[in-house]
Each structure stands twice: as structure tokens, then as C-alpha cells.
């Protein structure tokens, strides 16, 4: 059965029916309930002492003052049933009444506890439960615990009991509500706390991410890009490729060093280079000049044995035939000493052009010497090229050649036509006999074409 339909029960009796047993009955099973309510209250108290642990000690403090409100009720329902039945309180009860008050001496003395988070608007509440309960309501229960031992009447019925015990007991709830309500702003100021730092670490840490992202931005611009650049222009100029200067070298960092001695790397490549051109131009036209002559401006004796002993060389890995044109121009000193010896050069420069003019590539011309020149076909029977041979001494013939003082003039030449096949063909054997048939011409009167052999 439950507490209250007990005292249900029990209040629908008749005076007489409600004996100190059945009252003492009904009291211990609604105080049965005491621990399953402090049990409840500890667990909650518990829970929030955890997600709070600043405000724990108020909490256990408000769990102190429920505890002692419960001991204080049920020190007051032991005297319930001997005021009731008028009997002296038994042994038991005396025994009962002692322990509690023990307990309740406990309680006080842990919520007297000294500790820096007593708050201290808190004193004069403690202080009135320490007056009102601990003076006056004790006090009361003395009083009769005295008249119970010293057999004498009591000099109060329960209901006056309740009316004058019980008040003494609400300071102690007061002290328990100022305590959940200390608790309360507490763990709001906590929270108000908390959501501030929260807020603060948020913007920091966007603080930090954002001057994280502008540092990342102005070291990838100052320094990554700059490096990036850097080892572009070190991998072109590695390749030779000097068309772009690094660039910044405004700065005035490690890095503009560096850019400014790229540059500096850079131009002295671009110089090295051009010398390297010139030198090469310079060689160039120095080779160009040892195998030219001077003259004319076509190949020199010297240049045509080296072509011409290539060519015989290649001539007989081909087993081929290769033939020499040997001509030297008439009368030439008479030319010398009728115009001067300048006209004579003309004169040279103008045939030598008027030769090169009409052959081949891959056809040597060159001035043997003096007013002689010599010619070597390519791929040319001998037959052919005393047909060369014959074509050019017309030409010769033909051309008129017109002086620096307008005067025209006309010369011939006389040639000599050799040629050789086989592996023991030389060269200065084939101009040997190409000038024998050479004098042989001149000596039949000049203008003519003369074969060896
Ligand atoms: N203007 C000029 N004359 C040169 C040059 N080289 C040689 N001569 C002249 O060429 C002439 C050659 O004369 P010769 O060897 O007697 O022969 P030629 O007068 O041509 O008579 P033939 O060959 O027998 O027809 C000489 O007077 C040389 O001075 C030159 O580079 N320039």
C-alpha cells in the first residue's frame, strides 16, 4: 500500500482505532520513501555537479539542505506518535531522536564546510536556519524528549507540534532554494562565459586561418613566384635560350640578388654568345678567304686540290670518270700592256664571272694561276667535257667585256681537256696532261679545244 493511501486509512479511523503502532506504522512507511527521494535528489544533483563541476560545491551544498529538511521532518514524526497517544516516547524513539540529531549535527557542520566559493549574500540565510532550526526547532524537541523522560505530561497535542515545529524547518528550504538559485546564476554566468571564450577562439582561430591565407598569399607572391620564375629563366639559359630577362630586379631581397645575377648571367651569355658568332663569322670568312681568290672571287688553287682530290677520290670509289678543263686566256700580256695592267684584272674578273655564270652546281671552277683557270665537270664523260670545253671557248669568245674607260674588248682562250677512271687516276697527273693538250692548242694557233691522249 502506498504512504498516502495509508495515512488515508488511517485518518478514517475511529480515535480509539489509532494505536501508537498503527501511527508508528504509517510514519515509517512514508519515511521508507526518505532515501528513494535523497537517492533521486543526489542523482540529479550528481548529474549537474558533472556538467558543472564550478558549481559543485553549491550543488552539494543544496543537497546538504534537502537531506537535512528530510531528517529535520522526520526527527519532528518521531515525536508524532507518543503526542498523539499521550504515551512517553520508547527507548527506540529515544534512540531514533538521537541519531537523527547526529545526522543533522553532520549536515550543518558539512554545509558549514569553509571554502572560497561560499558566497556570501548566502551567510544570513545559513545563520537564520542555524537560529531558527537548530535553536528553536531543536529546542522544542528537547522539551518534549525531556517531559517523556521525566514522565511528566506533554504540554502540546501534534497539531500544535506542526504548527510550531514546522516553520522552524523553512529557512532550511529558503537556504536550499538560495543555494539552487546561487547554482543557477552560476552555471548561466559559466555558460555566458563559455559561449564568450567560444566566441573568441572562433575568431581567433579565423583570425589566425585568414592572416595564415594573406602570409601564404604574399610568400607564394614574394617568394614562390619569384623562385618559380627564377628557375624558368635558369633552365633557359641552361638551353641557351637568352630571348628573356628574369625580371625583377627592383628588389631589394635575396631574391632580387639572385634575379639581378640571372640578368647579369643572362647578358653576359647574350655577349658571350655574339663574340662566339663572331669569332665563328670571323673564321668563317678567313676559310672563305684561304679558298678564294682574291681576284675573281671564285676558288683558289689551293681550294680546287682539295675539292678536286675529293672528287677524284669519290669518282673512283664510283669507278667513274672524271675530267679537267685547263684554259688560259690569249695574248694576255699583250692586253696587260696595250689597256694597263688593271684592265687585265678586268678582264680576269669578267671571264672568271662569265665561266661561273654558265656552269652547274656541283661544276668546279677556279684560277689555277696567272690567267690560267681550271674546271672540273661532275659526272662527265671525256667526250662531254670537251663538249663543256668547247661551249665555254665560244662563250669566251663571244662576250664582250667592257672596260672602266667604256673601251670594249674581246679575248679568247685556249683549252686542254683531260680525264681519268680507275683507282690509279691522280690529280696532278690529269692537270699535267690537261695542260700538255693545253700548250698543244696554243701552239696550233690558239681559241681551240685540245684533248690528252
Ligand atoms: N693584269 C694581270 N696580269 C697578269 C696577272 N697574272 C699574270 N698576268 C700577266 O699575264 C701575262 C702572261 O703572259 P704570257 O705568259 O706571256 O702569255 P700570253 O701573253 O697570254 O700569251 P699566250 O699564253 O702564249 O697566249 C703576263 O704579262 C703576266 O704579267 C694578273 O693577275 N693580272
Redesign the pocket.
Known amino acids: 500500500m502506498l504512504p498516502g493511501a495509508a495515512v488515508d486509512q488511517l485518518a478514517g479511523l475511529p480515535p480509539a482505532a489509532r494505536t501508537p503502532e498503527r501511527l508508528k506504522q504509517v510514519i515509517d512507511q512514508m519515511f521508507a520513501l526518505v532515501p528513494l527521494a535523497l537517492d533521486a535528489a543526489a542523482g540529479y544533483t550528481l548529474d549537474a555537479e558533472r556538467a558543472y563541476p564550478r558549481i559543485a560545491r553549491t550543488l552539494i551544498k543544496a543537497r546538504y539542505a534537502v537531506e537535512l529538511r528530510e531528517y529535520a521532518g522526520r526527527l519532528g514524526s518521531v515525536l508524532t506518535a507518543p503526542l498523539a497517544t499521550r504515551q512517553p516516547l520508547t527507548q527506540d524513539e529515544h534512540a531514533l531522536l538521537q541519531t537523527l540529531r547526529g545526522r543533522l549535527a553532520q549536515l550543518r557542520q558539512q554545509m558549514q564546510a569553509p571554502g572560497e566559493d561560499n558566497p556570501p549574500d548566502l551567510a544570513p540565510v545559513a545563520q537564520r536556519v542555524d537560529t531558527i532550526y537548530f535553536g528553536d526547532g531543536l529546542r522544542l524537541v528537547a522539551a518534549i524528549e525531556q517531559a517523556s523522560r521525566a514522565g511528566r505530561p506533554y504540554d502540546m497535542d501534534t497539531g500544535q507540534l506542526a504548527q510550531r515545529y514546522v516553520p522552524t524547518m523553512a529557512p532550511i528550504l529558503t537556504l536550499r532554494d538560495e543555494l539552487l538559485k546561487e547554482a543557477q546564476t552560476q552555471a548561466h554566468s559559466d555558460h555566458e562565459l563559455a559561449r564568450r571564450e567560444l566566441w573568441i577562439a572562433v575568431l581567433s582561430g579565423a583570425a589566425i586561418l585568414l592572416a595564415l591565407t594573406l602570409l601564404l598569399l604574399i610568400v607564394r607572391r614574394r617568394v614562390v613566384v619569384p623562385l618559380l620564375r627564377a628557375t624558368r629563366a635558369v633552365i633557359r639559359l641552361g638551353n641557351g635560350d637568352y630571348s628573356r630577362d628574369p625580371g625583377g630586379s627592383q628588389r631589394a631581397d635575396e631574391i632580387g640578388d639572385m634575379l639581378r645575377a640571372l640578368s647579369t648571367l643572362r647578358n653576359n651569355s647574350i655577349e658571350r654568345q655574339q663574340l662566339e658568332l663572331e669569332r665563328q663569322s670571323l673564321i668563317d670568312e678567313l676559310r672563305s678567304r684561304a679558298n678564294t681568290d682574291y681576284?675573281t672571287g671564285i676558288l683558289n688553287r689551293r681550294a680546287f686540290t682539295t675539292a678536286g682530290n675529293q672528287r677524284l677520290h669519290r669518282a673512283q670509289q664510283s669507278k667513274e670518270t672524271l675530267a679537267v678543263l685547263l684554259f688560259?686566256?690569249?695574248?694576255?700580256?699583250?692586253v696587260?700592256d696595250s689597256h694597263g695592267?688593271e684592265a687585265?684584272?678586268q678582264v680576269?674578273i669578267r671571264v672568271a664571272a662569265v665561266i661561273r655564270d654558265a656552269l652547274r652546281d656541283g661544276e668546279i671552277v677556279a684560277r689555277h694561276g696567272?690567267?690560267e683557270f681550271v674546271v672540273m665537270p661532275a659526272h662527265c664523260s671525256h667526250e662531254q667535257a670537251c663538249a663543256l670545253a668547247e661551249r665555254l671557248r665560244e662563250l669566251i669568245a663571244r662576250e664582250p667585256l667592257t672596260m672602266a674607260d667604256g673601251q670594249v674588248l674581246r679575248v679568247t682562250a685556249?683549252f686542254g681537256v683531260a680525264s681519268a677512271t680507275g683507282p690509279a687516276a691522280a690529280l696532278d697527273d690529269l692537270l699535267h696532261a690537261a695542260d700538255l693538250a693545253l700548250y698543244r692548242a696554243?701552239r696550233k694557233g690558239?681559241n681551240r679545244v685540245e684533248s690528252a691522249g
Open positions: 681576284l688560259d686566256i690569249d695574248h694576255f700580256k699583250s696587260n695592267h687585265g684584272d680576269l696567272g690567267e685556249s696554243k690558239r
